[in-house]
Structure formats: C-alpha cells, structure tokens
T-cell receptor
Framework: EAQVTQNPRYLITVTGKKLTVTCSQN?????MSWYRQDPGLGLRQIYY???????DKGDVPEGYKVSRKEKRNFPLILESPSPNQTSLYFC??????????FGAGTRLSVL | KQEVTQIPAALSVPEGENLVLNCSFT??????LQWFRQDPGKGLTSLLL?????REQTSGRLNASLDKSSGRSTLYIAASQPGDSATYLC???????????FGTGTRLTVIP
C-alpha cells in the first residue's frame, strides 16, 4: 500500500530540547516536502527536496533543518524548538508534476 | 508570491444538494492545480489534479474546472452526502519548484 509514514504522531516537548520528526515513503518518489498547518494561516511549506542530497527552503524555513540522505526518508529537525513552532506538521511525497501524498500528521506542542 | 483564496470559508448544505467550492489564485503561471480533502485531525487526501492544459477533471461525483487566464478553479460536488463533510483545500505549485501554495480551505458540512 502506498504510504507516507510520520513519527511520532503526537509530541510534547520543552523549549530548546532538540527533536526529530521522521518521514518515510514507500513509493520511490523523487520529491518530498514538509508543511506546517496553523489556524487561520493554512498550510505553509517549510522545506522540500527534489532528490537525494537536494533540498531547498519553502515559505517558512526558519528554525528548521532537513536532510535527504536516502530517497525514502526526509526527517525534519528542530535544533532548538520554541513555542511558536507549536503546530500540526505534515510530510508529503510525489513524483514531479503529480499528486502529493500526505502523511497523517504530527501534532507538536512546545512548552 | 502566489496567493490562493477560497470562498466561502464555511458552507452548510442539506444532503442531496449540488454545490460549488471556489478557489482563486493570483499568479496564472501554474502548471497544475490540486484539490484536497482534509478530515478533522487527519492528513490530506488528493481528490483531483488538473494539469494547466486541461479545463476540467472528473472523479465520480466530483468535477473540478480550471480557468488559468482568470485565475480561478471550481470544485463541483454532485448529490452531496454526509460523508462529504470535511475541509476542502486547493493548492497550486510554484513554477519550477515543488512548493505548493494552499488556500485556507472551505469547511463543508452536509446535513442529513
């Protein structure tokens, strides 16, 4: 079954404690992306990757890092989380020009 | 920068009605447009993707149209059902990149 898998689904942490949200896809897609969703602001792209070792900033990259060492994985790293990064995060993957498949989301709270 | 607007923000209809959701975008230089569905607390499910060369795309009771020159797309839902209740989002990519710009969505409630 075609899937984008994010872990964890829920995470509560404290300011400054580094965390990683993992994302994995089983469709051999070249493209992968991270989004955050906030009430009233909608979905905004954080980073995307067009292939292994190729990443680029989206609309709201500040405070986030990503890496793409393998085609199937695209982790999102928060080196020093702050309360304004409390949000619902989605990972997505796609072939160029085709529909994006989304993960189920990770709800992050930074206290 | 691309801006995507969806009107109305919320819509409530009785079961069986046909309805239209609207999406407008400011930069017409797009190569496709996608409509998604999001259920509360869940991820997004792609419903339809219209390439820039197409004028419409159909899937079951859903029909999406695209008018690039006027910067508009509509999603038509026929014979609505309570299971159609969800938030519907449209999104357009930035030309030459994989950066999707999303509208803030229309929250649809279909009343039995």
């Amino acid at each position: 079954e075609a899937q984008v898998t994010q872990n964890p689904r829920y995470l509560i942490t404290v300011t400054g404690k580094k965390l990683t949200v993992t994302c994995s896809q089983n469709m051999n897609h070249e493209y992968m992306s991270w989004y955050r969703q906030d009430p009233g602001l909608g979905l905004r792209q954080i980073y995307y990757s067009m292939n292994v070792e190729v990443t680029d900033k989206g609309d709201v990259p500040e405070g986030y890092k990503v890496s793409r060492k393998e085609k199937r994985n695209f982790p999102l790293i928060l080196e020093s989380p702050s309360p304004n990064q409390t949000s619902l995060y989605f990972c997505a993957s796609n072939r160029a020009g085709y529909i994006q498949y989304f993960g189920a989301g990770t709800r992050l709270s930074v206290l | 920068k691309q801006e995507v607007t969806q009107i109305p923000a919320a819509l409530s209809v009785p079961e069986g009605e046909n309805l239209v959701l609207n999406c407008s975008f400011t930069d017409s230089a797009i190569y496709n447009l996608q409509w998604f569905r999001q259920d509360p607390g869940k991820g997004l499910t792609s419903l339809l993707l219209i390439q820039s060369s197409q004028r419409e795309q159909t899937s079951g009771r859903l029909n999406a149209s695209l008018d690039k020159s006027s910067g508009r797309s509509t999603l038509y839902i026929a014979a609505s059902q309570p299971g159609d209740s969800a938030t519907y989002l449209c999104a357009v990519p930035q030309t030459g990149a994989n950066n999707l710009f999303f509208g803030t969505g229309t929250r649809l409630t279909v009343i039995p």
